[in-house]
């Protein structure tokens, strides 16, 4: 069994105040746990109102599977027509 996580830097666009940008986050994580069965969190470390830090963490039977299910999600959120993926990391335990 392997546990991988993921960490991507967004940029979330067209949100003008706080309340609709945790609209969008809310969007986001739900379609991404119903579409990949994984587990999400928003991170504090995002660097300005337009940013947003997600981490992602799944299980699987081998390092592949966790980083294929990874990579998917990494990819759905970079489809997001109001999300932008500035950067992503992968880790492994």
């Known amino acids: 069994m392997?546990?991988?996580?993921l960490k991507m830097d967004l940029r979330v666009s067209h949100c003008p105040n706080a309340r609709e940008r945790r609209r969008?986050?809310?969007?986001?994580?739900?379609?991404l746990r119903r579409s990949f069965n994984v587990a999400l969190a928003e991170a504090d470390d995002a660097e300005g109102p337009d940013r947003v830090v997600l981490v992602a963490a799944t299980?699987?039977?081998?390092?592949?599977?966790?980083?294929e299910t990874l990579e998917r999600v990494a990819?759905?959120?970079?489809?997001?027509?109001?999300?932008?993926v500035l950067a992503h990391d992968y880790s492994e335990a």
């Open 75 to 84: 990819e759905a959120v970079a489809a997001h027509p109001r999300a932008e």
């Open 2 to 5: 392997t546990v991988a996580t």
């Open 59 to 67: 299980v699987g039977r081998s390092r592949r599977e966790a980083r």
């Open 24 to 31: 969008l986050l809310q969007s986001i994580l739900e379609r």
